[in-house]
């Protein structure tokens, strides 16, 4: 049972545009949501958090939007630059020190 | 401040050998997260560290495990490999308490033949 999913295995943006990258939770019980940005062959670098107490949080290009009912959130990057092509994953913890819990990424590509 | 260090890099082991990775925590967190990265797949979780003590463990055989040593640092070990075992491996650590996020090391790419 994926309890974060990404449904969208990639993404291609072109440069200077806005890059929307989406997931979708299942367990009520998360409240924090981050995300991870991935470089091939290197560990998954944080990126921006979240929690559930609240609808958006921004840093410089990046915003992470949270809808609770829906259940959903997305990563917003504007301008996307070639630089942010990598592969992104979303991730949700349940309130307390636990694990992580991650989708499966989506690959965004961004053409100059 | 150094990151969260793992080694080795990269491990070439025989399908029933034993493979040990290591990792250690950025100073001052006492949490430590094992994923594994298999190809085409996400982060899958494996074993949680806290204080010295397994927290949780993912869906995974036991010939997974591993141990946090007093320093914070901790051990995977993984016995009787398979060929499926090959992946990336990565260690992240964590303050704890409340919505903290956990860091990643660079990992290690196990490779099983």
């Known amino acids: 049972d994926q309890q974060v999913k990404q449904n969208s295995p990639s993404l291609s943006v072109q440069e200077g545009r806005i890059s929307i990258l989406n997931c979708d939770y299942t367990?009520?019980?998360?409240?924090?949501f981050l995300w991870y940005k991935k470089y091939p062959a290197e560990g998954p670098t944080f990126l921006i958090s979240i929690s559930s107490i609240k609808d958006k949080n921004e840093d410089g290009r990046f915003t992470v939007f949270l809808n609770k009912s829906a259940k959903h959130l997305s990563l917003h990057i504007v301008p996307s630059q070639p630089g942010d092509s990598a592969v992104y994953f979303c991730a949700a913890r349940v309130e307390g020190n636990t694990p992580l819990v991650f989708g499966k990424g989506t690959r965004l590509s961004v053409i100059a | 401040e150094a990151g969260v260090t793992q080694s080795p890099t990269h491990l070439i082991k025989t399908r029933g050998q034993q493979a040990t990775l290591r990792c250690s925590p950025i100073s001052g967190h006492t949490s430590v997260y094992w994923y594994q990265q298999a190809l085409g797949l996400g982060l899958q979780f494996l074993l949680w560290y806290d204080e010295g003590e397994e927290r949780n463990r993912g869906n995974f055989p036991p010939r997974f495990s591993g141990r946090q040593f007093p320093n914070y640092s901790s051990e995977l070990n993984v016995n009787a490999l398979e060929l499926e075992d090959s992946a990336l491996y990565l260690c992240a650590s964590s303050l704890g308490g409340l919505r903290t996020e956990a860091f990643f090391g660079q990992g290690t790419r196990l490779t099983v033949v």
């Open positions: 367990n009520s019980m998360f409240d924090y």
